[in-house]
Structures are given as structure tokens and as C-alpha cells.
């Protein structure tokens, strides 16, 4: 089996024709296995999730349900135990993949022997999801090397644009100490030992959701600049880092105190607007 697509799944049923916008390609395909984690949902929405899956009337579909709410990351990583393909694919239950994504990554990945690559988002609307944009789009196979350098002053992944080797991901599974930036601090370690990929195509659309109080924003800023920089710190007292990178440390922390001013500045810029 060549890819396990784990999706974290937590009262999500408004998202379900998304989802089967990103997976209809890959539904009975005896190479791909789609792994759904539900976050223990309430039951309605459990049992949504549940006739979604056999409405699909796949064999290539499995469904877990956590005993308590762990989190999008625990969630993630509870598919990765239970994956058996070669590379783990993520998707966000209210994220959507442009069709094709898995076998274009798939072929950039096993022909350049790269352990962790994603690629490019774009925002749209949900009405724009099969928009003619869409339905046209072409892959150009190209493709940024990218190394753990790289990655301590920037995150080029947004986490349903990544596809990772299941051996390294098992090595370097999502920590179960952080509940924000816990992808961006995985992918760091991931790239500390292996070689990854920033591909050039466009393969995530995410989506503005007006609903998203601006409390609720800068709460979640707040926490993601936090555990950014905790993330720093655990990862420079891992003995296997190379020194020459320790020595970087400093400059990586004060880069993301500034990033994370900047942030604030910005949203409470666009509060008083």
C-alpha cells in the first residue's frame, strides 16, 4: 500500500461533502487506505461520520473513534498507528485537496527520494470549490529542497498539504506535550535527519470562515506563539540535533519572539479598523 490518508474528524459533519470532494479519487483504491479518527463526537455527529463511511460503500476506508476528546494532533497521530501504507497523507476535515494531489505527491516523492514534502494553499470561498479554476488545474512537478535550516525560522507547511514517510513520522510522531504548533515542531524534527520538499503546485484550499470571532483569534495566536517557541526549545535539547544547528538557537528564538509581536501587531492593527 502506497499512502494511508489519516483525517482527524471532531463534530465535523458540515464538512462531509468537503471531505468527499478530497477523497472521491481514492475511494476503493486498493493502494490507498483513508483513515477517519473521530475526536469522540457527540453522538449525532458520530453517528453522521458513521453513514457517511457506508454510504461510501468503500474497502478501503476505516473508522476509529477516541474514548475521549484528544485533539486534532493526538487524533493524528492515532491514525498513524493504525496506517499500514508507505507515506501518511494529512486532511483536515474542513480542508480541501485539489483533485489528483496524493498520486502527483506520491510520484514527486518516491522519484526524488524525499522523506516529507508539502505544498502550496490557497483561501477560497466554499462556493468556489468546483469552480472551473479547479476542475482545470495542471501539475508542474516542481519542487524547492528544503532542510531543518530552513525550518527553524519558517513553517512551509501547512499541515493537510503534507505527505511523510510512515517510518520517519513513527521515529518523530506528533508530541503529546503540545496542543498548538505541535505539526511545526514535527515536521522540524522530521527534516533534522531527512531530506524534504516544498512543491511548487498548488494543493490545498483552505477556507474563510467569517464565523471565527476575533476573541477567538487572538486567543489562538496567542497560544500558537507560545508553543512555537517551547517547540524551539525542545527540539535544541534533543541530543541527536547537529551542534552547528544548536548554535543557531538564539538567533531562531529571537527571530520567532519578533514573528510573534509581529503577529499581535497586526491583528489588533486590524481590530481597530
Avoid at 116 to 127: A, P, S, V
Avoid at 172 to 177: A, E, R, V
Avoid at 181 to 191: G, I, K, N, Q, S
Amino acid at each position: 500500500m502506497k499512502v494511508s490518508i489519516v483525517i482527524p474528524y471532531f463534530n465535523s459533519s458540515k464538512y462531509l461533502k468537503i471531505i468527499l470532494f478530497s477523497i472521491q479519487d481514492y475511494i476503493n483504491r486498493e493502494d490507498i487506505e483513508i483513515i477517519f479518527v473521530d475526536d469522540c463526537s457527540s453522538f449525532n455527529e458520530s453517528n453522521s461520520l458513521q453513514f457517511f463511511i457506508q454510504s461510501l460503500d468503500a474497502i478501503n476506508v476505516l473508522y476509529k473513534k477516541n474514548e475521549i476528546n484528544l485533539g486534532a494532533s493526538k487524533s493524528r497521530k492515532e491514525g498513524v498507528l493504525l496506517s499500514k501504507g508507505k507515506y501518511i497523507a494529512f486532511l483536515d476535515s474542513d480542508d480541501a485537496w485539489v483533485p489528483g494531489k496524493i498520486d502527483y505527491q506520491f510520484k514527486i516523492m518516491e522519484k526524488n527520494n524525499l522523506v516529507i514534502t508539502g505544498c502550496l494553499t490557497r483561501f477560497i470561498e466554499e462556493n468556489d470549490l468546483n469552480s472551473d479554476f479547479i476542475k482545470s488545474w495542471k501539475f508542474s512537478f516542481t519542487y524547492k529542497p528544503i532542510n531543518f535550516l530552513n525550518f527553524l525560522f519558517k513553517n512551509f507547511f501547512s499541515t493537510p498539504s503534507v505527505m511523510v514517510l510512515r517510518n520517519s513520522i513513527l521515529e518523530n510522531n506528533f508530541s503529546d506535550k503540545l496542543r498548538y504548533a505541535e505539526d511545526y515542531e514535527c515536521w522540524r524534527r522530521v527534516l533534522s535527519a531527512h531530506k524534504g520538499a516544498v512543491i511548487s503546485d498548488l494543493g490545498v484550499f483552505s477556507f474563510k470562515h467569517s464565523y471565527i470571532s476575533k476573541e477567538g483569534l487572538s486567543s489562538n495566536i496567542f497560544k500558537m506563539s507560545i508553543y512555537e517557541l517551547v517547540g524551539l526549545f525542545w527540539i535544541f535539547s534533543n541530543s541527536s540535533i547537529d551542534f552547528k544547528y544548536k548554535l543557531i538557537l538564539p538567533s531562531a528564538i529571537t527571530y520567532s519572539f519578533f514573528k510573534s509581536l509581529r503577529r499581535f501587531f497586526l491583528y489588533y492593527l486590524s481590530y481597530l479598523k
